[in-house]
């Protein structure tokens, strides 16, 4: 019998794991930025967000055309729309008043409007691959980037080929081969930077695009019989474990210099997207330990709530404190404030907009019971 993933009182169509899952993965990434030790490959927390959103992303449509027989673009993107943008305007609003305090973080190249309007323009990403300019606080906005730029293509090419498709297993093998095509081009286009710097490639929505495509062949897989049927069997169960041990055990195999090594790029990053595809797959298919811890009441809700206004409020309390108090004591302070920043951030700005953004759901496509209907956040 399948598993029924653990669901939100509050919203019958969220997988909790999956909240979890964010949880784990914001981790990853506020203490790499903090340099604790042991998370020097906590960068890949954005390779987990990518698969999800991927994976979400794609079911979302993909349940929408099942119901209704088409996609509403107009309505995707004005979801997106509103789910990311008033936490990042507020940002933006607060990093430019700041900006005498905290505009010199990571050595920023363009000032503050500048700054604003590549965080606003969803730009990031191609000025850090193409131009080598770091908008300082707002530099780790290139993964917004990254996804807005995919969601704007992604919809419209899933709508022609499931048009013109004869066979989804079709689609699934073009996302493959996209998927290869952007690793081993990785490979031939990698350029050793110099110092610390991270590669042009890791910025690339072409280069880098194999996490969130690795998402969406997920999103194929669950929503055939046959793939549904393999992960609630006893592969369920081992997809969860290898790709949780893949996914954590990335912080003992991507050590320091992983920017000067571009098998890091084409081998250990690529993997990693792909245990957090197995990772994801087993969560919500089969019961397991780490369901249930990722379930836990405030497990789950931190990640759904708390981790993407996190992931943006977090630099600028870095740049805000560090300078003044470094070492352990620093590092925590930055924790508790950045944390309860976002979550001011989640009640003030970000539920105001959700309320908004309901009323551009698919009302055909809300059954009582789905697993997939998850809310895509970075």
Known sequence: ???????????????????????????????YHLHVPGFGSGFIGVNVFFVLSGYL?????????????????????????????????AVVVVGIALWAIVGSYQGAKIGPVGAA???????????????????????????LSMEEQFYLVWPPLLVLALA????????????????????IASGFLYEQPSGSATPDIYF????????????CLL?????SARGRAVFEGRFGTVATWVGFAGVVGSLFVIGSGWQQQVHVFTGLMPGVAVASALLIGGLISRPSVIAGALSL????????????????????????????????????????ASVGVAIASH?????????????????????????ERELAKV
Do not use: C
Request: net charge positive; hydrophobic share 55%.
């Open 1 to 31: 019998m399948p598993f029924d993933p653990p669901m939100s009182s509050a919203r019958r169509d969220r997988v909790l794991p999956l909240d979890g899952l964010r949880t784990l993965a914001i981790a990853f990434v506020v203490l």
């Open 57 to 89: 992303i794609t079911t979302l449509l993909l349940r929408e055309h099942a119901n209704t027989g088409r996609i509403r673009l107009g309505r995707f993107w004005m979801r997106r729309l509103l789910r990311l943008y008033p936490t990042l305007l």
């Open 117 to 143: 309007a590549v965080a606003l323009s969803y730009t990031g990403n191609l000025a850090r691959a193409f131009f080598g300019s770091s908008q300082g606080v707002f530099s780790p906005m290139w993964s």
């Open 164 to 183: 013109f498709a004869a066979r989804r297993r079709a689609i699934m093998i073009g996302l493959a081969v996209l998927v290869a095509g952007s690793i």
């Open 204 to 215: 690339s929505p072409v280069l880098n695009v194999a996490p969130l495509l690795i998402g």
């Open 219 to 223: 999103a194929f897989a669950l929503r």
């Open 297 to 336: 009441g405030p497990v789950a809700w931190f990640g759904r709530a708390v981790s993407y206004p996190l992931y943006l409020w977090h630099v600028v309390m870095i740049a805000l404190i560090t300078p003044v108090l470094t070492g352990a004591l620093g590092q925590v302070l930055v924790i508790v």
């Open 347 to 371: 009640y003030l700005v970000e539920r105001p907009a959700l309320k908004l953004k309901s009323r551009f759901e698919p009302k055909e496509a809300r059954p009582t019971r789905a697993p």
